[in-house]
């Protein structure tokens, strides 16, 4: 059996929960990708990284741009030949800007929460069915739970971004779609919640650290083969759709 480190490829991993979760998988030996924009801000952030003597490369990657996606799936090909997570983590939540039009943010959000995780893991497939043993984790939000936000005792039963949670809620549909879709290459699919975090998305307001934040993210992307798919959980475990 093949001894190789796990390859993993993180969008949104310049910052945020999406560098904690690089950060975590580098740490338990993974060699990882660290998906940025600008790369700029990924050099900066796997500097420090290296300098820990971890397993981590900047890669440029605009999840919303086909040109971006098919030009990092040629580069992975070309230098590995597989890839064995994938973590569609990149997003955004603009309800709340009032620079802009209710189209533009529904536009805006869809594109990123939405589109560009079809986009990535269209592109990512082949490599991940090479790998054999592929997984893909979708950063979604407790937010788009219709079960959750059903309960009006719930948390967060008032709380309103109805353009980020039905975007979220259709990424949550794209999970169980591909993990139907890909059962039979082998490549499981689940949505994570990683918890209110005190990102920049958040103005710094959330409960958690990005590290923590991390953690559910980190294990379903390094699910054994016992391991489900076509789930939604959290750290404490099954969430309902
Ligand atoms: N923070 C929370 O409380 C919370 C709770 C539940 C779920 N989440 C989800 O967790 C994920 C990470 O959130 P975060 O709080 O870490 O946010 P964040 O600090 O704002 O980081 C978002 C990351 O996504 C990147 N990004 C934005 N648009 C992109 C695009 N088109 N292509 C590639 N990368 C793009 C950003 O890159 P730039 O630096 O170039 O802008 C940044 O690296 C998101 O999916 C979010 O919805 C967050």
Redesign the pocket.
């Known amino acids: 059996m093949s001894t190789r480190p796990i390859l993993a490829l993180i ?8 560098l904690a979760i690089a950060t975590g998988l580098a740490r338990q030996g993974a060699h990882v990708l660290v ?4 790369l700029s ?1 990924g050099e900066t952030a796997c500097k420090a990284l290296r300098a820990e003597g971890l397993q981590v490369r900047p890669v440029e ?4 741009s086909t040109a971006s996606v098919t030009r990092l799936a040629e580069r992975i090909q070309q230098s590995y030949g597989y890839l064995d997570s994938l973590v569609n ?5 603009v309800d709340d800007d009032p620079t802009l039009t209710t189209a533009d943010r529904l536009q805006r959000t869809m594109s ?2 939405v589109l ?1 995780p079809i986009l990535l893991t269209d592109a990512m497939v082949p490599l991940l069915e090479a790998s054999g043993r592929g997984r893909i984790v979708n ?1 979604s ?1 407790e937010l788009a739970s219709f079960g959750l936000r059903a309960d009006p005792d719930w948390a967060f039963a008032d709380f309103a971004m109805p353009i980020y949670q039905a975007s979220k809620a259709a990424l949550n549909s794209l999970t169980l779609s591909y993990a139907r879709q890909l059962r039979d290459k082998g490549i499981k699919v689940n949505s994570i ?5 005190a ?4 103005n710094y307001a ?1 409960n958690r650290t ?1 590290d923590q934040a991390a953690v559910v993210a980190i294990r379903y992307a390094l699910l054994n083969g016992d391991g489900p798919t076509g789930t939604f959980a959290n750290d404490h475990g099954e969430l309902p759709w």
């Not at 983590?89 to 939540?93: E, H, L, S, T, V």
């Open positions: 969008s949104g991993a310049n910052r945020g929960i999406g998906g940025c924009r600008d801000k990657l605009d999840t919303t983590n990149a997003g955004i939540g990123v929460n560009g950063v939000s919640c990683p918890g209110y975090t990102t920049e998305a958040t959330g990005p």
